[in-house]
């Protein structure tokens, strides 16, 4: 199983961007998607996760800026970013929990992180 993500870069304080990240191989279900991020000398936090039903939650500094969603059928998840702040530089990581058979447990898996730098 792998999750390759996509879609950062560089961008200008208020701007926009969109991540996304898919998961392939083996893969019978997967539960909860979300994206984290990991500042220079800060601990990787939750930014934002999605379960396979019901509610997005989002981190205190990102609500009403930053919306999670997920396309089932193509097994990814993505995350609008929008009036972006130079505190939201970072790295991105996808993760996502999911079952690659019926006899193996529900197992948390990463993507490669991208990197997201806003200029003020």
């Known amino acids: 199983v792998q999750l390759q993500a996509s879609g950062g870069g560089l961008v200008q304080a208020g701007g926009s961007l969109r991540l996304s990240c898919t998961a392939s191989g083996s893969i019978l279900s997967i539960n909860a998607m979300g994206w984290y991020r990991q500042a220079p000398g800060k601990q990787r936090e939750l930014v934002a996760s999605?379960?396979?039903?019901?509610?997005?939650k989002y981190a205190d500094s990102v609500k009403g800026r930053f919306t999670i969603s997920r396309d089932n059928a193509k097994n990814t998840v993505y995350l609008q970013m929008n009036s972006l702040k130079p505190e939201d530089t970072a790295v991105y990581y996808c993760?996502?929990?999911?079952?690659?058979?019926?006899?193996?447990?529900?197992?948390?898996?990463w993507g490669q992180g991208t990197q997201v730098t806003v200029s003020s």
């Open positions: 993760n996502a929990g999911l079952k690659s058979s019926w006899s193996l447990p529900l197992t948390n898996y």
């Open positions: 999605i379960p396979s039903g019901g509610s997005a």
